[in-house]
């Protein structure tokens, strides 16, 4: 590994998809195939929840079947989740996924993966916290990273990805991880609560300062960016990574170092394509205006009064891209499977956006004298669509929340009898056995939380 290279002027998939057809010549033909697959499911999924039933377990397998099908070529373990995440349509009883698990103290049942274990064990803390309830069980599934040596290694090992010689990406493992431990390290109710509560890893002063030290160690001096690296070629590349940077940014609250630099580069790469910049497929994304819009909030005392004045621009056309091709004329939101795991986190990410630019909040405009008159009355159509949803599930709270808790919330509507043929289940699908037909239409679920990871997703894409 003889150099590390800055990757800004490269396009995302270039080395990674070239590494990828190293390790499997056939890689490019079977992610389509599996692509194609799992969107199908992500549509049955999103059926679900349009009547109210929160597969927790379906989910689970979902979020796992979509990370190996996106960042691994292991393509026997996909199969086999595949399978499990068909048969798990059936399932109607999933609610034992939000139980904690006492083998090992996490909360993600269907995950072997650690990074997805911890991802859905933090929104549980965070309940907990909320609750001032300890947790049941030690969280023995933390020992990776339980004390500074181990973190250190831990995420060393992951910031580095040789895809030819794996077969894996671990982009998603790092950030999910960097999201799981800032959330416990600069967040002061849950540190404080893990502190006193959390047997498994040892948070104190020496550890929070390593953290912050390894994040300041792999900021792109250049760019002030930080994202994942990849070993190619016996070379060392440096990808910089919008959700990486969003992330850091917002649970440190804006204390980073290198804010010229954070803000240069966010602005210039407005047209490029995400991971490095804002766009998705040349189009706004409501998941990337949110990250955006955060980093520009906290950016903005560090701007210069044309940086200003530019990002006010920006904001709007974000704005005005929200509300006239986002979202629709009821309220909900146009779902993009490219980027979102479920339908409650795509409304969520929607919802966020708009919370964080002000438009359902005057004292949040930061940006801008604007008035939106007909803020109001969007308001109400979007939590009426919100309302639609399970009520217990993280992303449709957190969404609520956010858009305002102060209107009346509409009743949800009753699930049809014929709830289950309206899923559409695929054709390969229909032979399913009497008896499970009508477990799966006998009543609507509504289970403690959804298995979503928290509607942060890191990135759900």
């Known amino acids: 590994m003889s150099s590390v290279l800055h990757m800004a002027n490269m396009e995302d998939g270039c080395v990674i998809t070239r590494d990828f057809t190293r390790y499997d010549r056939a890689y490019n033909d079977k992610a389509q195939r599996y692509s194609d697959q799992l969107g199908s499911m992500a549509a049955i999924l999103g059926r679900f929840s349009e009547y109210s039933r929160t597969m927790l377990a379906s989910q689970q397998l979902y979020i796992y079947a979509k990370w190996l099908a996106r960042y691994t070529a292991y393509w026997q373990r996909l199969d086999d989740l595949v399978t499990r995440l068909e048969n798990s349509f059936y399932e109607a009883d999933q609610s034992y996924v939000a139980r904690q698990s006492a083998t090992d103290g996490s909360w993600g049942w269907q995950y072997t993966e650690f990074h997805h274990k911890f991802d859905a064990t933090i929104v549980r803390l965070h309940e907990l916290a909320a609750e001032r309830r300890a947790p049941r069980f030690d969280l023995q599934f933390l020992e990776p990273i339980s004390t500074v040596a181990k973190m250190r290694d831990y995420l060393e090992d992951l910031l580095v990805s040789d895809i030819a010689a794996t077969g894996r990406n671990k982009r998603d493992e790092l950030g999910s991880v960097l999201c799981c431990l800032a959330q416990l390290c600069f967040k002061p109710r849950l540190r404080n609560f893990a502190r006193e509560n959390v047997k498994g890893i040892t948070l104190d002063d020496a550890y929070i300062k390593a953290f912050t030290d390894f994040l300041d160690d792999i900021q792109n001096p250049e760019t002030g960016y930080w994202g994942p690296w990849y070993s190619s070629d016996g070379a060392i590349l440096r990808y910089d990574d919008l959700s990486y940077t969003f992330h850091i940014v917002s649970y440190r609250k804006g204390n980073v170092r290198r804010w010229p630099q954070i803000i240069g580069s966010t602005l210039d790469r407005r047209d490029d394509e995400y991971p490095l910049g804002w766009r998705s497929r040349g189009q706004f994304n409501?998941?990337?205006?949110?990250?955006?819009?955060?980093?520009?909030?906290?950016?903005?005392?560090?701007?210069?009064?044309?940086?200003?004045?530019?990002?006010?621009?920006?904001?709007?056309?974000?704005?005005?891209?929200?509300?006239?091709?986002?979202?629709?004329?009821?309220?909900?939101?146009?779902?993009?499977?490219?980027?979102?795991?479920?339908?409650?986190?795509?409304?969520?990410?929607?919802?966020?956006?708009?919370?964080?630019?002000?438009?359902?909040?005057?004292?949040?405009?930061?940006?801008?004298?604007?008035?939106?008159?007909?803020?109001?009355?969007?308001?109400?159509?979007?939590?009426?669509?919100?309302?639609?949803?399970?009520?217990?599930?993280?992303?449709?709270?957190?969404?609520?929340?956010?858009?305002?808790?102060?209107?009346?919330?509409?009743?949800?509507?009753?699930?049809?009898t014929n709830a289950y043929q309206a899923l559409h289940l695929p054709a390969q699908n229909q032979n399913i056995s009497e008896r499970g037909r009508n477990v799966a239409v006998s009543r609507r679920h509504k289970f403690l939380a959804s298995a979503e990871t928290s509607a942060r997703s890191f990135k759900n894409d």
Not at 353 to 373: H, I, S
């Open 286 to 416: 409501n998941h990337n205006n949110y990250d955006v819009a955060k980093i520009i909030r906290h950016g903005w005392p560090h701007m210069t009064a044309n940086q200003q004045d530019f990002s006010s621009q920006q904001l709007g056309q974000m704005v005005d891209w929200c509300l006239k091709q986002s979202m629709r004329l009821d309220g909900s939101f146009v779902f993009d499977e490219m980027f979102y795991n479920s339908l409650e986190s795509c409304h969520y990410f929607g919802v966020s956006f708009l919370d964080e630019v002000g438009y359902f909040r005057p004292r949040k405009r930061f940006w801008t004298d604007q008035t939106f008159p007909e803020a109001a009355d969007v308001q109400r159509l979007v939590i009426a669509r919100l309302d639609e949803f399970c009520p217990d599930n993280p992303s449709v709270i957190a969404a609520k929340w956010k858009a305002g808790t102060d209107l009346n919330l509409v009743a949800k509507p009753l699930v049809p």
